[in-house]
């Protein structure tokens, strides 16, 4: 069935650093592909979204490209800050279009 | 526009006790959803609803039911509360396939 995989934390960053979250999924079809950020003590909401290959999402300084040959939708900023500090979710629209297959969540520290 | 509410923020059970989560929706999005979260495990679905009138398991529905009132209302029902059932529950919405919408969560905890 279809899955995600992004890359474990948590990651901890100096103010200022570059950020890269990996993300890789497995799945039949052409599925949109999402990053949710969750704040503490809060629900998820969307951070950016793609929903065809070579199209790139962005939001708040956050970027990801859409890429079907390496299916992948790695996550990057290029300068964080410590608001930035969170959990951030992949995730995908499964085949059906009824459900969100999410990964597991990376968290984010970010020293100031 | 409040989104997606969520009641109550946070609740307490013994062992054996019932409850019912409310969540409600006021963007007349079709689709709604129970998920809850734990520690390094996620977000994992326990139910959806495609559409009014219809409800679908998802991956963790055990100990669980679900009831889609109407178009905006989704509640969870926990029969007869487990330890393993404390968690962070979260409702959301969909309009059509793409992005959900999350209310704030309810945090549950079974002495």
């Known amino acids: 069935g279809d899955s995600v995989t992004q890359m474990e934390g948590p990651v901890t960053l100096s103010e200022e650093a570059f950020l890269t979250i990996n993300c890789t999924y497995t799945?039949?079809?052409?599925?949109?592909l999402f990053w949710y950020v969750q704040y503490p003590g809060e629900g998820l909401q969307l951070l950016l979204k793609?929903?065809?290959?070579?199209d790139k999402g962005s939001n708040k300084g956050f970027e990801a490209t859409y890429r079907k040959e390496t299916t992948s939708f790695h996550l990057e900023k290029g300068s964080v800050q410590v608001s930035d500090s969170a959990v951030y979710f992949c995730?995908?629209?499964?085949?059906?279009?009824?459900?969100?297959?999410f990964g597991a969540g990376t968290r984010l520290f970010v020293k100031a | 526009n409040a989104g997606v509410t969520q009641t109550p923020k946070f609740q307490v059970l013994k062992t054996g006790q019932s409850m019912t989560l409310q969540c409600a929706q006021d963007?007349?999005?079709?689709?709604m959803y129970w998920y809850r979260q734990d520690p390094g495990m996620g977000l994992r679905l326990i139910y959806y609803?495609?559409?009014?009138?219809?409800?679908d398991k998802g991956e963790v529905p055990n100990g669980y039911n679900v009831s889609r009132l109407n178009k905006r209302e989704f509640s969870l029902r926990l029969e007869s509360a487990a330890p393993s059932q404390t968690s962070v529950y979260f409702c959301?919405?969909?309009?059509?396939?793409?992005?959900?919408?999350f209310g704030p969560g309810t945090r549950l905890t079974v002495t």
């Open positions: 995730a995908l629209s499964d085949t059906g279009g009824f459900k969100t297959i």
């Open positions: 799945a039949t079809g052409y599925p949109s």
């Open positions: 793609a929903t065809k290959a070579d």
């Open positions: 963007m007349n999005h079709n689709s």
């Open positions: 609803s495609a559409s009014e009138g219809t409800t």
């Open positions: 959301a919405s969909m309009a059509r396939p793409s992005e959900q919408y």
